[in-house]
């Protein structure tokens, strides 16, 4: 198994095959599920492309952040529509 894993490291195209089919299931995913949104696209994009640790941090952190403020609130947010 450490053999399969140091052949992929070396291998720049097969983690770039990945990255691409990692990044297809995500879209087709959000389609089918009708979830598309603009913003994780773009993140799913950014992180394809390069992924430092910081990027990742920073995102999941956010997303943390909005996520605990949006249960804290919401019993004051009203539907609006």
Known sequence: MMMLLGAIA????VI??????SLALV???MTVSNTQH???????LGLTT???TN???FILSAAAIISI?????????????
């Open 10 to 13: 070396t291998n720049q195209i």
């Open 38 to 44: 603009a913003h994780v696209a773009g993140i799913a």
């Open 50 to 52: 390069s992924a430092p």
């Open 69 to 81: 403020t949006r249960l804290v609130v919401s019993r004051h947010f009203h539907n609006l529509t």
């Open 16 to 21: 770039h095959i990945l990255q691409v089919f």
């Open 55 to 57: 990027s990742v941090i």
């Open 27 to 29: 879209i087709l995913f």
